[in-house]
């Protein structure tokens, strides 16, 4: 069944990084035009979802301040986007998740509707945005019984995305239409450029 809502999914941003790229600043907290990125985040996904989780190891306080639950991994060790993504299940009430990182600004403004489509259309467990041939392995919508397979897989030793996605029935949903919606910023140079809108918006 098509989601009826937004208020049927839960939107997550993964913010649980360390931001080596980034000279270990808080990618989620770097400013972009005069506002933390994760601010531009929030602002393109809560239209499109019901309640927002932000997955976060450190900062949690700032994080706090835009008013939305901030959840740690539960798995030490940043372990990387699987172990945001868990927490996020495990504190998930709606029956599906749609993710989104915090440092891709310009996330499309249809992305879990899309998502939903194609989740639905082919009844996956998880639906998963690509561009071209590249996959988006972060901008996925998944229905929250995936959680228990996300456990084993991750207590198991498993990190990586497609590697779980495999353990699953998963679609790709194509975005070739916004390919630069999915631009993140990992570096001081990338966050400089996009200051300098050098990057469309």
């Not at 933390?36 to 309640?51: E, F, N």
Request: net charge neutral.
């Amino acid at each position: 069944m098509i989601p009826a809502s937004p208020e049927n999914i839960t939107g997550l941003i993964l913010a649980g990084g360390r931001g080596s790229r980034m000279g270990g600043v808080d990618k989620g907290l770097a400013l972009l035009d005069g506002r933390p990125m994760v601010s531009h985040v929030l602002d393109r996904l809560a239209p499109q979802v019901g309640p927002i989780l932000i997955s976060a190891n450190r900062s949690t306080e700032h994080y706090a301040m835009f008013g939305r639950p901030v959840i740690p991994d539960r798995l030490e060790g940043f372990a990387g986007p699987l172990a945001g993504l868990e927490a996020g299940l495990a504190a998930c009430t709606t029956p599906y998740l749609a993710t989104a990182p915090c440092d891709s600004p310009f996330l499309p403004p249809d992305l879990v509707p899309r998502l939903a489509e194609a989740l639905c259309a082919e009844r996956a467990s998880v639906a998963v945005a690509r561009t071209g041939d590249q996959l988006q392995p972060v901008f996925a919508l998944m229905r929250s019984f995936a959680l228990p397979d996300l456990q084993a897989f991750t207590r198991a030793g498993g990190r990586k995305m497609e590697l779980w996605l495999r353990r699953l029935k998963w679609v790709a949903c194509p975005f070739d239409d916004a390919p630069d919606a999915f631009a993140n910023i990992n570096t001081p140079d990338e966050l400089r450029a996009h200051q300098a809108g050098d990057f469309p918006r």
